[in-house]
């Protein structure tokens, strides 16, 4: 079975650009989860969908962050515009279901260096 | 709200050495708990999980046991190897109400030496 995949694997742009990172996450999983991890630290959560409905976004910078899940399956995370704070590793993860238990599969992430 | 703490690393440890990697943390509830690993240019992967008090998670011969009592989750294993090096991250979710995000550690970066 396949697992997360993300794409691309690492990504360098100059401050006030934008950036695009995409995920397609494990089949017939209906939740996706996009994390920031900054260096040394471990990941915080942006974003949670249910299927296409976001249903937290409290952390997602919304000024600058956008993020889409159309049809339920890929999703898309957007920076407009960059700023050198954003360099960091962004992670998709996904999972079957919501639930107490709340085992979640991770993709390789994103590494963002932002100049 | 929600925290974990972990041990500040690094760890370093020869082959066949014994490992432990403490791991506290403050919820509302009673929530589950998760040691997750991450190899070098990989993405992070469970390790083991304990979702009530006094389960013990166990792994590839890791192992944690839930203490509600002192509200920890200590990662063990008796003898590493080289192939555990890797970035280990200690992280729970609440089981209460809607909230289903996992709050991590900062990690611990375990290298293994032979």
Redesign the interface.
């Known amino acids: 079975e396949a697992g997360v995949v993300q794409s691309p694997r690492y990504k360098i742009i100059e401050k006030k650009q934008p950036v695009a990172f995409w995920c397609n996450p494990i089949s017939g999983h209906n939740t996706l989860y996009w994390y920031l991890q900054n260096l040394g630290q471990g990941p915080e959560l942006l974003i949670r969908y249910e299927n296409e409905e976001a249903v937290d976004d409290s952390q997602l910078p919304k000024d600058r962050f956008s993020a889409e899940r159309l049809k339920g399956v890929d999703s898309t995370l957007k920076i407009q515009p960059a700023e050198l704070g954003d360099s960091a590793v962004y992670l998709c993860a996904s999972s079957p279901v919501v639930s107490s238990y709340n085992e979640q599969f991770f993709g390789p992430g994103t590494r963002l260096t932002v100049l | 709200g929600n925290s ?1 703490t972990q041990m500040e690393g690094p760890v370093t440890l020869s082959e066949e050495a014994f490992l432990t990697i403490n791991c506290t943390y403050t919820a509302t509830g009673y929530p ?1 708990l ?1 040691w ?1 690993v991450q190899y070098p ?6 390790l083991l ?1 304990a ?1 009530k008090a006094d389960d013990k998670g166990s792994n590839k011969g890791f192992e944690a046991t839930y203490r509600k009592e002192t509200t920890s989750f200590h990662l063990e294993k008796g003898s590493v190897q080289v192939s555990d090096s890797a970035v280990y ?1 200690c ?1 729970l ?1 609440d ?1 209460g109400g ?5 709050t ?4 611990t970066l375990l290298t293994v030496n032979p």
Do not use: D, I, P, R
């Open positions: 974990v589950s998760f997750y240019g990989e993405g992070l992967q469970l999980k979702t991250f992280a979710s089981n809607s909230n289903y995000k996992l991590f550690g900062k990690g």
